[in-house]
């Protein structure tokens, strides 16, 4: 079983920026996929990025790409997201996942979310 907790979430003006966190709790996130995934106010819960377990592939939703960057360090069991160049229609709470190579489809494991809210 792995415990997932995101952190780092906030208010913040359009074209800035925040850091996501998510810590890892249970087991070793070393062997897993991971990914983000977001949920926008009134929408389903979409993809926005996801990495390999070594970190050596990464992919990106295409209203994310170029602004967001998704990392990982299996020492300190953590995933993170770096978010720039915010925009208000990034406004969603964010989630972390774990899981196979189908995590984007079919994780194993979800964190409980973290808000972002980008203000125009």
């Known amino acids: 079983q792995v415990q997932l907790v995101e952190s780092g979430g906030g208010l913040v003006q359009a074209g800035g920026s925040l850091a996501l966190s998510c810590a890892a709790s249970?087991?070793?996130?070393?062997?897993?996929?991971l990914a983000w995934f977001r949920q926008p106010p009134g929408k389903e819960r979409e993809f926005v990025a996801s990495?390999?377990?070594?970190?050596?592939?990464?992919n990106y939703a295409d209203s994310v790409k170029g602004r967001f960057t998704i990392s990982r360090d299996n020492a300190k069991n953590t995933l993170y997201l770096q978010m720039n160049s915010l925009k208000p229609e990034d406004t969603a709470v964010y989630h972390c996942?774990?899981?196979?190579?189908?995590?984007?489809?079919?994780?194993?494991?979800w964190g409980q979310g973290t808000q972002v809210t980008v203000s125009s």
């Open positions: 249970g087991r070793t996130l070393s062997a897993y996929y």
């Open positions: 996942a774990a899981g196979g190579q189908l995590v984007t489809s079919s994780p194993l494991y």
């Open positions: 990495i390999s377990w070594s970190g050596s592939s990464t």
